[in-house]
């Protein structure tokens, strides 16, 4: 049932973080779909009390209260943006198997390419190599699907225009160019994945993107500081630990870490 126009007019505010790519998610939608809210920038080294009693499970960025009602997770609030304004810019296909499928490959950027980035960045040598064929073999497989599988022939993932898996793919692959540049890897190469990169141009080219995305060499700032930050902590964890053959990389801890709160 579509909502009233007077729970739509409530304000809508936006708790999330400058380089967060998970707060970027929810401010590109909001833009999409025409929605003005509040937003609140959160130092995540010290969170507000007010995000820690909206988000007491994760205690993470973003949130987004409605009507005094708070909602965390990105991919769950991009849907209850498309539930909640039915009548403007979907996210969302009206295909009730297109929407399952853009949930699928959802569930696989946060799952599996983004987590393998993280661990391209939080770590060297041998560790490094092994997160950069994972990172080449998830986007081989969203090439694939580019190429041959649902999304053959489709300008973006939704199609004509952006849609749900565009905003969560986009508003982390920014991340593979900065990444790029701080660690000397290259992982989208255009010849190796053309339609992929293509598809990454077009995204990046939107005005809404170019609003929501900070500056890239403030991103590289940050994006330096932090991999230095995580390599010294991996290094001291490595000297810290026992020398068993199965210990686990001091490196996974962290790069979990940024997979949630960037």
Not at 48 to 59: A, C, G, I, T, Y
Not at 67 to 77: N, Q, T, W
Not at 89 to 103: H, K
Not at 115 to 141: C, W
Request: net charge negative.
């Amino acid at each position: 049932m579509e909502k009233s126009s007077s729970e739509n007019a409530t304000p809508l505010k936006l708790f999330g973080s400058w380089a967060s790519s998970y707060t970027h998610r929810v401010q590109l939608a909001l833009r999409l779909k025409g929605l003005e809210f509040d937003y609140v920038e959160e130092d995540l080294g010290n969170k507000s009390d007010e995000l820690l009693r909206h988000n007491p499970v994760h205690k993470k960025v973003p949130v987004l209260v409605h009507g005094g009602r708070a909602l965390p997770e990105s991919v769950i609030i991009l849907q209850y943006l498309d539930d909640a304004w039915p009548e403007t810019r979907p996210l969302l296909p009206a295909d009730a198997f297109d929407r399952a499928l853009a949930r699928f490959w959802c569930h696989f950027a946060d799952d599996k390419l983004g987590p393998a980035v993280g661990a391209v960045f939080a770590s060297t040598g041998e560790d490094q190599e092994a997160a950069v064929r994972q990172v080449h073999e998830n986007l081989a497989l969203l090439e694939t699907e580019l190429r041959d599988g649902a999304f053959r022939g489709r300008r973006f993932f939704g199609g004509d225009e952006v849609g749900l898996l565009d905003v969560v793919l986009g508003c982390g692959s920014y991340w593979l160019a900065v990444f790029e540049d701080v660690t000397g890897l290259r992982l989208v190469d255009a010849d190796a994945f053309p339609r992929f990169h293509a598809w990454l141009r077009d995204f990046e080219a939107l005005d809404e993107v170019r609003d929501t995305i900070p500056a890239v060499d403030r991103l590289l700032d940050y994006a330096r500081g932090l991999r230095h930050m995580l390599l010294g902590l991996a290094g001291a964890g490595a000297a810290a630990a026992p020398s068993a053959p199965d210990a686990p990389t001091t490196a996974a801890a962290p790069a979990a870490d940024i997979a949630v709160d960037i």
